[in-house]
């Protein structure tokens, strides 16, 4: 069922608590990337235009015992102000829901914007206890989520205070991700592809099984790829390899084989003796096939005949979902795989969705961003997404009737 958004409420003069994502990265106290809060804009200025009364809240960091002064979002308030050509007031309260919020709030008119201290400074919020989400509803008429990238979590300002608001709906971005990987999922134009990468088996178990019930062809790549090989019977070396998960990867080819889903392994593999240390120093490799990795190297890249392999199934696609590098892109020697499918899907004329996480930093490190048509702003929720899972920040929003 669709999620009622920012289009289907009226806001003017109302006081909006919206839950934004501005989880950046930040080094001596300054913003080191700001795509987060650029990204958060468009539902900022929406509700603004609309005359609503605009209160953000966010997270950064993991603050452990309490509130940080290096955790703050001061200077999120400041390069909000930026941006948005008008003052954005910090209230810089270490409850969250203080005096200087509450100041704030009462002093605000139609088109202004509040933003509140670190949620993560209240030990509450991850556990999403009652007292707390209350108090930020206590703040506010209605609810806005756009913070896809924490969604997949119960806590106070993404799920508890939608218990005591009225409407609850979602933001550009998280409309943006349900429409375009919603569709993905359940009504694919076909032939629909799934890029799996990343280091672990266990990290996409579920993954795997939901796909295998809506792709028509499935690429395995990156470290996760060499236990699927060992599977097939193979010698892996000392490439990353999960002994306990061998049976479940037998398991998951005869599932695509049963249901005539193309199952796509690495042919070749691109292997190195000893790890780079630091990760993008020179590193010599060897590239076999893959069921002749030496006993004494590890693989770390997919191979040439592989790139061809897997960019071809790419270009034939209609709509490609990936998630997960296919090597250790980090180091230039060992990102041409990576590379390969994203340049693959950058030519493409399909629907194509970069997963978050590592995927859309190789996406962005690579420069092909802006050819993609969607790269995830939540690496994890957008993992859990492709799981199958009900997403806690988003059952919890309004339903169009």
Known sequence: MAKMTVDDIRVSGKKVLVRCDFNVPMKDGKITNDKRIVAALPTIKKLIADGGRVILCSHLGKPKNGPEAKFSLAPVAARLSEYLGKPVVFADDDTVVGENAKAAVAAMKDGDVVL???????????????????????????????????????????????????????????????????????????????????????????????????????????????????????GVGKSLLDETKIDYCKDMMAKAEAKGIKLLLPVDTVCIKDFPDPIDAAVETVTVDADAIPEDMEGCDIGPKSRELFAAAVKDAKTVIWNGPMGVFENPTLAAGTLAVAQAMADSDAVTIIGGGDSAAAVEQMGLGDKMTHISTGGGASLEYLEGKVLPGVACLDEKL
């Open 116 to 234: 509140l201290q670190n949620t993560r400074f209240r030990k509450e919020e991850t556990k999403n206890i009652e007292d707390f989400s209350k108090e930020l509803a206590s703040l506010a008429d209605c609810y806005v989520d756009d913070a896809f990238g924490s969604c997949h979590r119960a806590h106070c300002s993404t799920e508890g205070v939608t218990k005591f608001l009225s409407p609850c709906v979602a933001g550009y971005l998280i409309g943006k991700e349900l429409d375009i990987m919603g569709k993905a999922l359940e009504n694919p134009d076909r032939p629909f592809v799934a890029v799996l990468g990343g280091a672990k088996v266990a990290d996409k178990l579920n993954v795997i099984d939901n796909l295998l019930e809506k792709v028509d062809t499935l690429i395995i790549g990156g470290g996760m790829a060499y236990t699927f090989l060992k599977a097939k019977g193979y």
